[in-house]
């Protein structure tokens, strides 16, 4: 069965035929309009979401088919073993998007699932996010050759799937991360992003700025725990440590790179508000580029399901 849980799954052919498809899609959907018919989208939610909740509904209902939003909370996945809950659901969808808290999770649903599964983000991976990030640099220069892209911030699931779509592409990755998440770290993915030399650990944010196309960053704090009173003093040491690394004018010095973020956004901790709406930014592009390239990962899934 094919999924999507890391963005480690797919070669770079496959990576490009979906970005290229997702393109496509966004600039003639009329032709798209029953590629999904009576097609099937569970959509499960153990955590908040915006994006990841209105870019599936609205992708695969503009592709004829329909999607089922369901709280994890309020299903009783959370009161009997995955395995058992995911036979049944399987075969009353032909796809299964679930934003869990935790990767094993995942792995469990993909494990037992009748049909793909999506990760819709958990504690180690965000491929869709990744997905619609590459498209959006695509669009963008036309290419991935000679592209640099550099992002800021906590290393944490973003950056995962980020490292892997960068490697996979051929983009050069500058990392100017402080902060590891260690819940994400992913020893075997950073070997093989070393070995590959398609990333690169700068600790001078300034100095990254002057080589890049694009700068990305993303929260300081996961979004489980922001309005957690128990991280409160966890918030405030990253908040501390990553001020110096905030996107503003003046850690820009006069570079113009493309403004990425990943959204919701934090104005004032990771990005200065006046850059949100910049000409440099991309950041809605980026964010629409979501139900796009989702669109076109639903139909590769669809049409790959039950291959190897
Ligand atoms: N970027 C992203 O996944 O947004 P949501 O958390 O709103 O889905």
């Excluded at 640099?137 to 640099?148: A, L, N, P, Q, R």
């Excluded at 725990?225 to 850690?251: G, T, V, W």
Aim: hydrophobic share 35%.
């Amino acid at each position: 069965m094919n999924h999507l849980l890391t963005l480690k799954e797919f070669d770079k052919d496959t990576l490009f035929s979906i970005i290229r498809k997702a393109i496509e899609i966004k600039n003639k959907p009329e032709q798209y309009y029953h590629a999904c018919e009576r097609k099937g989208l569970l959509m499960l939610f153990q955590k908040t979401s915006t994006r990841t909740n209105l870019s599936f509904q609205s992708g695969i209902q503009q592709m004829g088919g329909y999607a089922v939003p369901m709280d994890w909370n309020s299903s009783n996945f959370s009161i009997s073993p995955i395995q058992y809950e995911v036979r049944y659901a399987s075969r009353n969808c032909d796809v299964i998007m679930a934003r869990l808290t935790n990767h094993s999770d995942l792995l469990e649903l993909a494990k037992y699932s009748d049909v793909p599964v999506i990760n819709g983000c958990c504690d180690q991976y965000h491929p869709c996010q990744a997905l619609a990030d590459l498209m959006t640099i695509y669009e963008t220069k036309g290419t991935f050759s000679d592209v640099t892209l550099t992002y800021v911030g906590i290393h944490n699931n973003v950056v995962n799937s980020l490292i892997a779509g960068c490697m996979t592409a051929g983009l050069r990755l500058q990392l100017v991360t402080p902060i590891i998440n260690d819940a994400s770290w992913d020893e075997e993915l950073m070997q093989t992003a070393y070995r590959s030399g398609s990333i690169l650990n700068v600790e001078s944010l300034s100095e990254a700025l002057l080589r890049t196309d694009f700068v990305y960053t993303d929260t300081w704090v996961d979004m489980e725990y922001f309005h957690a009173d128990h991280y409160q003093d966890e918030k405030n040491r990253r908040i501390q440590l990553m001020m110096p690394f905030q996107i503003n004018k003046e850690s820009l010095g006069g570079c113009t790179p493309f403004i990425m973020h990943d959204m919701p956004v934090h104005p004032g901790f990771e990005i200065e508000e006046e850059l949100i709406e910049s000409d440099q930014s991309i950041i809605y592009q980026q964010a629409e580029n979501r139900m796009h390239v989702q669109k076109s990962l639903l139909l590769y899934l669809l049409e790959h399901q039950g291959e190897e």
